[in-house]
C-alpha cells in the first residue's frame, strides 16, 4: 500500500529556533498535503492544506508567518516551525492524497512528530 | 501487517439505513480516534475515544478496550454520510486504518 514517510519522530529544540517537518510520499503522486496537530489529550486539528506548486491555504487561526508551509514536489511536502516557542510543543501529523486512481480519494498518513520545545 | 484494521473497505447503503465501520487495532493505545474525510479532502475529527461510547447527533461511537475493538455507527443514514471514515489511534506515536469508503445512496 501507499506509504507516507514523515520525519523526524521527535524533536527538541531551544525555544527561538526552526524546525523542519518533511513528509514524503514514498510511491506516488501527492497532489495534496494536509498538516495536523494535536495537543496532549485532544483530537487532531487540521492545521493547512497544501497543493503541488501552489501556496497553502491555512485554517482560522493559524499563524502562516509561523508555520511555514512547502509543498515543491508532488512527493514532498515541509512543515517549518519558525521561531518556536514552548506553546508550540505538540504533535503534528501530515497526509497525502495523491493520484492513484481507484484509491485517490484516501488519505494516507505519517507517523507523527514529536515536537517539543525548551 | 498494518497496526489498525478497519472494515468493510467499500459500504454502499440506501438512504436510512444504520450503518456499522469497525476497527480493530493491536497496540496499545491512550485513545482513538474516528476521522471523517469528504471528497473534497478536508479531514474532520468526529470522536475521540479512551472507554465506552460517545454519541453526537446521529453518530454513535463505542470502544471495547480490552477486545481492542472500535465500532462508528451512523443512524438514519443520509447522502451527505458519504465519505471516507478513517480509524485511528495513538499513545505516542500515531497509527491509521487505512479507511472505509461510504457512499450513501439516495
Known amino acids: 500500500g501507499a506509504v507516507v514517510s514523515q520525519h523526524p519522530s521527535r524533536v527538541i529544540c531551544k525555544s527561538g529556533t526552526s524546525v523542519k517537518i518533511e513528509c514524503r510520499s514514498l510511491d506516488f503522486q501527492a497532489t495534496t498535503m494536509f498538516w495536523y496537530r494535536q495537543f496532549p489529550k485532544q483530537s487532531l486539528m487540521l492545521m493547512a492544506t497544501?497543493?503541488?506548486?501552489?501556496?497553502?491555504?491555512?485554517e482560522q487561526g493559524v499563524e502562516k508567518d509561523k508555520f511555514l508551509i512547502n509543498h515543491a514536489s508532488l512527493t514532498l511536502s515541509t512543515l517549518t516551525v519558525t521561531s518556536a516557542h514552548p506553546e508550540d510543543s505538540s504533535f503534528y501529523i501530515c497526509s497525502a492524497r495523491g493520484d492513484r486512481g481507484r484509491g485517490s480519494e484516501k488519505l494516507f498518513f505519517g507517523s507523527g512528530t514529536q515536537l517539543s520545545v525548551l | 501487517k498494518n497496526e489498525v484494521e478497519q472494515s468493510p473497505q467499500n459500504l454502499t447503503a440506501q438512504e436510512g439505513e444504520f450503518i456499522t465501520i469497525n476497527c480493530s487495532y493491536s497496540v496499545g493505545i491512550s485513545a482513538l480516534h474516528w476521522l471523517q474525510q469528504h471528497p473534497g479532502g478536508g479531514i474532520v475529527s468526529l470522536f475521540m475515544l479512551s472507554s465506552g461510547k460517545k454519541k453526537h447527533g446521529r453518530l454513535i461511537a463505542t470502544i471495547n478496550i480490552q477486545e481492542k475493538h472500535s465500532s462508528l455507527h451512523i443512524t438514519a443514514s443520509h447522502p451527505r454520510d458519504s465519505a471516507v471514515y478513517i480509524c485511528a489511534v495513538n499513545r505516542v506515536q500515531f497509527y491509521f486504518g487505512t479507511g472505509t469508503s461510504l457512499t450513501v445512496i439516495p
Open positions: 497544501s497543493n503541488e506548486g501552489s501556496k497553502a491555504t491555512y
